[in-house]
């Protein structure tokens, strides 16, 4: 447990932080005088350049392209801010990075950089908000702006720039100890989790990629179904995401660590993005769900996102599995 000291009676609330913004002019010197106005300076001109880039191509995937590389950037801004660096922020900063790291190559791979490609999710909201959007196209347009540039953006920044705000305020009063090795441990073993499930994936679409539909037919199993069940799939149906959830909790903890109190304004960040991972999910399987009729039974018997022992078996009907567990013996 950190032990407190005369560091946390440095302010570092939300309301001190918004001081800071308040004060921002705009000149070099205003904009860097701090920094979190430093961060939040180039949050706003990557959400502007985001939002003109998505008006000017239709292509709603930019901010994606960039949701693994900003918090890296935010985070080293913090790290290396002034003459004597925080070794707890060089800790977040690193941990920070190797995600993005990962995620970036994740990405790269699956042609996410090639400018004119687009999560397939996007095409399905812009068919929705045309059906069903009595101002079409404005709210087609609000969505890009509002939604998807200006929110994905600052949920994107609230990820680190507040728990980075606090470290740094909180400056050295706290050592590094056991509990930040403990927490960089368990960020790691989340980051293998998402990259062990990232990795199965990517090998199991390759291999069905290669395949023709009657030759994926007569492989049976996977391949037939057209999604992934075994490895890390038989247990959770999205373990990527509840890694990914997991990661940004543990980034928060620094702030206690580091001397804050447990309950803090930073935990802003973790909150939206696990609600965003609930929408995210839930709209990845209704679409799951209308290409592929075996996954119904799926989501019957895999847990949602935490990691649990299937409820049965994929291969047999409901109906079968609930005879089979009543069984004698």
Same mark, same amino acid.
Request: charged content about 15%.
């Given at each position: 447990?950190?032990?407190?000291?005369?560091?946390?009676s440095?302010?570092?609330?939300?309301?001190?932080?918004?001081?800071?913004?308040?004060?921002?002019?705009?000149?070099?010197e205003?904009l860097?005088?701090?920094?979190?106005?430093?961060?939040?300076?180039?949050?706003?001109?990557?959400?502007?350049l985001?939002?003109?880039?998505?008006?000017?191509?239709?292509?709603?995937?930019?901010?994606?392209?960039l949701?693994?590389?900003?918090?890296?950037?935010y985070?080293?801004i913090?790290?290396?801010?002034?003459?004597?660096?925080?070794?707890?922020?060089?800790?977040?900063?690193?941990?920070?990075?190797?995600w993005?790291?990962?995620?970036?190559?994740?990405?790269?791979?699956?042609g996410?950089?090639?400018?004119?490609?687009?999560?397939?999710?996007?095409a399905?909201?812009?068919?929705?908000?045309?059906?069903?959007?009595?101002?079409?196209?404005?709210?087609?347009?609000?969505?890009?702006l509002?939604?998807?540039?200006v929110?994905?953006?600052?949920?994107?920044?609230?990820?680190i720039?507040?728990?980075?705000f606090?470290?740094?305020?909180?400056?050295?009063?706290?050592?590094?100890?056991?509990g930040?090795?403990?927490?960089?441990?368990?960020?790691?073993a989340?980051?293998?989790?998402?990259?062990?499930?990232?990795?199965?994936?990517?090998?199991?679409?390759?291999?069905?990629?290669?395949?023709?539909?009657?030759?994926?037919?007569r492989?049976?199993?996977?391949?037939?179904?057209?999604?992934?069940?075994?490895g890390?799939?038989?247990?959770?149906?999205?373990?990527?995401?509840?890694?990914?959830?997991?990661?940004?909790?543990?980034?928060g903890?620094?702030?206690?660590?580091?001397?804050?109190p447990?309950?803090?304004?930073?935990? %802003?960040?973790?909150? $939206? /993005?696990? *609600?965003l991972?609930? &929408? +995210?999910?839930? #709209?990845t399987?209704?679409?799951?769900?209308?290409?592929?009729?075996?996954?119904?039974?799926?989501?019957? %018997?895999?847990?949602? $996102? /935490?990691? *649990?022992?299937?409820? &049965? +078996?994929?291969? #047999?009907?409901?109906a079968?599995?609930s005879?089979?567990?009543?069984?004698?013996g």
């Open positions: 447990m950190p032990t407190p000291t005369s560091a946390t440095i302010d570092v609330s939300l309301q001190a932080a918004w001081q800071q913004l308040s004060a921002i002019h705009l000149s070099w205003g860097t005088a701090t920094p979190l106005t430093a961060a939040v300076a180039l949050l706003g001109a990557v959400t502007l985001c939002w003109v880039l998505q008006a000017a191509t239709g292509n709603y995937s930019w901010v994606d392209r949701w693994s590389v900003m918090p890296p950037v985070a080293w913090f790290a290396l801010w002034g003459d004597r660096p925080n070794p707890r922020l060089v800790l977040m900063a690193v941990l920070a990075t190797l993005g790291a990962r995620l970036t190559f994740n990405f790269a791979r699956k996410g950089y090639i400018p004119t490609e687009e999560d397939y999710r996007w399905f909201v812009r068919d929705w908000l045309a059906k069903h959007d009595p101002l079409h196209p404005l709210g087609r347009e609000l969505f890009s509002l939604f998807i540039a929110y994905q953006h600052l949920l994107i920044g609230l990820l720039i507040p728990a980075a606090v470290v740094h305020g909180l400056g050295h009063g706290v050592a590094l100890g056991a930040d090795i403990l927490a960089a441990i368990a960020f790691l989340f980051l293998a989790g998402e990259t062990l499930t990232d990795e199965q994936q990517w090998r199991f679409q390759q291999h069905k990629a290669r395949l023709s539909p009657e030759e994926r037919t492989a049976g199993g996977d391949l037939a179904r057209g999604f992934l069940t075994t890390v799939f038989r247990y959770s149906r999205h373990l990527n995401f509840f890694c990914e959830m997991s990661m940004w909790w543990v980034i903890c620094f702030t206690w660590l580091a001397g804050a447990a309950l803090n304004w930073t935990w %802003v960040g973790p909150v $939206l /993005l696990t *609600l991972f609930q &929408g +995210s999910t839930v #709209l399987e209704a679409l799951s769900i209308r290409k592929y009729p075996a996954y119904r039974q799926y989501q019957r %018997v895999t847990s949602r $996102l /935490l990691p *649990l022992w299937p409820r &049965g +078996s994929l291969d #047999l009907h409901p079968q599995e005879s089979r567990t009543q069984q004698p």
